[in-house]
């Protein structure tokens, strides 16, 4: 694939040396992906059994959970962005057969709010998610009642959160191409340097 490049504004050409590597620019392509084409098909569910469909079923309604549960609480949308992304990360590296769906979206939720700086409580989150279960199931809405099966989800999730953040080595920043989509065109098109904001 061909790679889209743009200079730094008021950086030389030939870029700045920081400590051994030299940088000036920004590239934009898909050989520097996060994860290889073959880590993509061969994943740690599949390793353990679960039908490929089954599996991106999975993948797909833990993200539409995710966002409908950011909705509720009020996250913007690059929190729920990154929550679902950070999902998707975790069961590349883990499998569906071994984690509670639910309960690795809900950590995801709480810790992306954290990230993005618009914290929502861990109690905000359960009761979110048990409301959306009950809307699937199609049960009266009632309260979370905050008993010993309360007390035992929030470890879980809390459980979950710390179990994300091992597996992912603690590298949680996410980088969003809708930050750097509306640039691309200008790169394509114009000969002045864009700046992107």
Known sequence: ??????RLPGVPADGILIGDKKYSGVT????NCLLSPERLERTPSSDHGLAPDTEEQLRREGCERIQAAGILLRLPQVAMATGQILFQRFFYCKSFIKHCVESVAMACVHLASKIEEEPRRIRDVLNVFHRLRQIQEGRPQSPL????????LKS???????RVLK??????HVKHPHKV????PQLCTSPVQPTCT
């Open 156 to 162: 879980q999730v809390i459980k979950a959160e710390r």
């Open 145 to 152: 009642s905050l008993d010993a099966g309360y007390i035992a």
């Open 1 to 6: 694939m061909a790679a889209v490049e743009a």
């Open 181 to 184: 989509t509306p640039c691309t």
């Open 28 to 31: 934009l392509t898909l050989d």
């Open 167 to 172: 597996e992912l080595g603690f590298c949680v």
